[in-house]
């Protein structure tokens, strides 16, 4: 078992959701930490740990980066994190399925990311042991109590409910 930090600055929380039911708006989080204990020879003995900073989010769109910080959404004074925390590693392949507790907005619910097999160890310039994750999962917002919305004068809403995560992790092994 190797015990691995999230790289910060070469790691990333992206979202899409549709928006006006026709086209998806991305945004992404700007700050994470979390770590990984990962065995490479058995996968389903690892544990992932991310924790999210919910004011870090940027749709590259000011004002709705404000409305996303507000109670209509993140809340983010009231719930300042978004985590994850796995309760079960499956091997699917090559690759993984990483089942695990996702809270947001403080409703807990357990997900699944589809993750692409993890790269191999490779080091630095600097010396750093490093290695990847790339995976990604789909969930409603409402099930998160994410449930403001605006209805639309041609019919539907302005705000979509499924809500695609990927999450690309670059990790740092630890002495």
Do not use: C
């Not at 992206?14 to 700050?31: L, N, P, R």
Request: hydrophobic share 35%; proline share 3%.
């Amino acid at each position: 078992m190797s015990i691995y930090q999230i790289d910060p600055s070469h790691s990333s929380a992206t979202f899409s959701v549709k928006h006006m039911m026709i086209a998806k708006v991305h945004g992404g989080f700007e700050k994470m930490s979390g770590k990984l204990i990962y065995d490479s020879a058995q996968p389903e003995k690892s544990n992932i740990e991310v924790a999210i900073e919910a004011a870090s989010i940027n749709t590259r769109e000011p004002q709705r980066d404000a409305h996303l910080k507000s109670a209509d959404f993140f809340d983010i004074e009231k719930y300042p994190q978004i985590t994850f925390k796995s309760v079960k590693v499956e091997k699917s392949g090559d690759d993984l399925k990483v089942v695990g507790d996702l809270t947001i907005h403080g409703v807990t619910k357990q997900v699944t990311l589809e993750m692409e097999r993890p790269s191999d160890e490779l080091k630095d310039p600097w010396g750093n042991t490093k290695m990847a994750v790339s995976g990604t999962t789909k969930i409603k917002r409402k099930d998160f109590g994410l449930t403001w919305n605006a209805a639309l004068e041609a019919g539907g809403v302005l705000v979509g409910d499924d809500v695609n995560i990927t999450l690309d992790v670059q990790f740092v092994k630890q002495a």
